[in-house]
């Protein structure tokens, strides 16, 4: 058996990410996804950057960027690795500190260029202000799980998520930082419509006592890759849980070990949670709600 090195792995996923990260972009501006499940005024767009990365754009302009993994993530859309690829930040937000969601590199490029707010949970929060002095983070206006605040007419939610968080900062070896718990978000654009974005969890009872019988999120972004996150029938099952009218799945078909398309999920949340629609979002590509 061929064993394989984190820092082979790593570096094979970089070399795949130049070659299909630009072609997918093609046409992307004239390829969107509509909905109409969602009777609300004005429209939010929801553009998936690859893996667990995602670009929310709320009714009044703000521009959210979730989880940036940018210049080696392999689904990544060309122009978002090119200095000056995104137009403005607002904010960004981290679930925890795994170098496939938090890569140190390219926190500093985009928060040097963009002078966002940071969202974070409590320990990685102080990790990025150690790293990024100038990083300009709401530890004290949101700072932990069960929190809610309300930010420039946004209001952001930290909840449960069940996984590992430490923070690798550069490649999928080397020193393990402890940087807090994992975190998952709730999101109230300006005109109420509530997203839920899990971030990396497993399965987990807050799913439904709290997230969808209190929160009652309009949409849930969820991870079907499996090895490291839910599967497809373990997401498919949190639909079940959570009651959303859209669910977008995410964290797949970015490395060999994860589960490759959402064929599955599809049929699972067909069978166990039909009034759900799945909306399959290809990067670079928005999805308007």
């Not at 930010?151 to 080397?174: N, P, R, W, Y």
């Not at 029938?233 to 964290?251: G, N, S, T």
């Amino acid at each position: 058996m061929i064993e394989l090195s984190r820092r082979q792995f790593f570096k094979g996923m970089t070399v795949l990410g130049s070659i299909f990260g630009v072609p997918r972009l093609a046409h992307a501006t004239e390829l969107k996804y509509s909905t109409s499940t969602l009777d609300f005024d004005g429209q939010v767009s929801i553009e998936w950057l690859g893996h667990g990365s995602f670009l929310f754009k709320s009714i009044t302009g703000k521009n959210i960027l979730f989880d940036p993994w940018i210049s080696t993530n392999p689904k990544c859309p060309g122009k978002y690795r090119q200095t000056g690829g995104f137009d403005s930040i607002d904010f960004i937000l981290w679930t925890h500190g795994h170098v496939d969601h938090f890569m140190i590199n390219d926190a500093k490029a985009l928060i040097s260029q963009h002078k966002p707010k940071v969202i974070a949970p409590w320990e990685l929060n102080f990790f990025i202000k150690s790293e990024i002095p100038e990083a300009n983070c709401q530890t004290f206006a949101i700072g932990n799980k069960g929190c809610t605040s309300s930010i420039d007419g946004i209001k952001f939610t930290m909840v449960e998520a069940f996984h590992s968080a430490g923070a690798q900062l550069t490649g999928f070896e080397g020193k393990n930082h402890f940087v807090g718990e994992a975190v998952g978000y709730i999101i109230e654009f300006e005109n109420g419509l509530k997203l839920y974005h899990s971030g990396d969890t497993a399965l987990m009872g807050d799913m439904k006592t709290i997230i969808g019988d209190f929160y009652q999120p309009d949409i849930a972004i969820l991870p079907i890759g499996g090895t490291f996150t839910m599967g497809p029938k373990e997401a498919a099952h949190a639909c079940k849980l959570i009651r959303p009218k859209i669910v977008i799945p995410e964290h797949y078909g970015t490395f060999p070990v994860l589960v490759q398309d959402c064929e599955a999920f599809k049929e699972h949340v067909k069978a166990v949670s039909p009034e759900t629609r799945v909306i399959e979002a290809q990067p670079g590509i928005p999805v308007m709600v």
